[in-house]
């Protein structure tokens, strides 16, 4: 069944099919109107934003912590160390101008091993899709957070035809 709602038009009660919200009387002022929402939408967007980045992200002490390393000196050094390690190539499907840099056993699963080196390697964003969804599969890591008790896998090649055989 449709929905209806009044004209926005002030002192008109006319009812209007959603999604439209001016009867065919005031039906001119749709598009002024639209985009005042558009407009609206565009510079309130902070406010969203910053409820995904400081409730949905941060939603425990470790996941917080995990973000803000994100931004710290150290990783900006060790990333940009990464990526002309491996010449900004993807490791995983050798795709060049790839700017991820990934963590080969995920930093929730062995924090320790978040500031080493050699559990980093350059990844593009298809493969860190594929990644992340088999990390979730075997480590148990993700929005979940059941952790199995599993090796470590640190080999990219490995990981890489897991990943494959996964799918």
Request: glycine share 2%; with cysteine; aromatic share 10%.
């Amino acid at each position: 069944m449709p929905k209806f709602r009044r004209c926005r038009q002030p002192n008109c009660h006319a009812m209007v099919q959603c999604p439209d919200h001016y009867c065919k009387q005031h039906f001119e002022h749709e598009a002024e109107y639209l985009a005042s929402r558009q407009r609206w939408a565009r510079s309130h967007f902070g406010r969203y934003q910053h409820k995904y980045n400081h409730v949905t992200r941060n939603r425990n002490a470790s996941k917080s912590d995990q973000y803000k390393f994100y931004h710290t000196k150290t990783w900006s050094t060790l990333r940009q160390q990464v990526l002309n390690r491996d010449h900004f190539v993807c490791q995983y499907c050798g795709r060049p101008n790839s700017k991820t840099v990934d963590h080969i056993v995920p930093v929730e699963y062995n924090p320790a091993r978040k500031t080493d080196i050699n559990n980093l390697a350059v990844i593009c964003a298809q493969c860190h899709r594929q990644k992340t969804d088999w990390e979730q599969s075997h480590y148990g890591t993700g929005q979940g957070h059941n952790l199995k008790h599993v090796t470590e896998i640190t080999s990219v090649s490995e990981i890489k035809r897991l990943m494959s055989s996964a799918d």
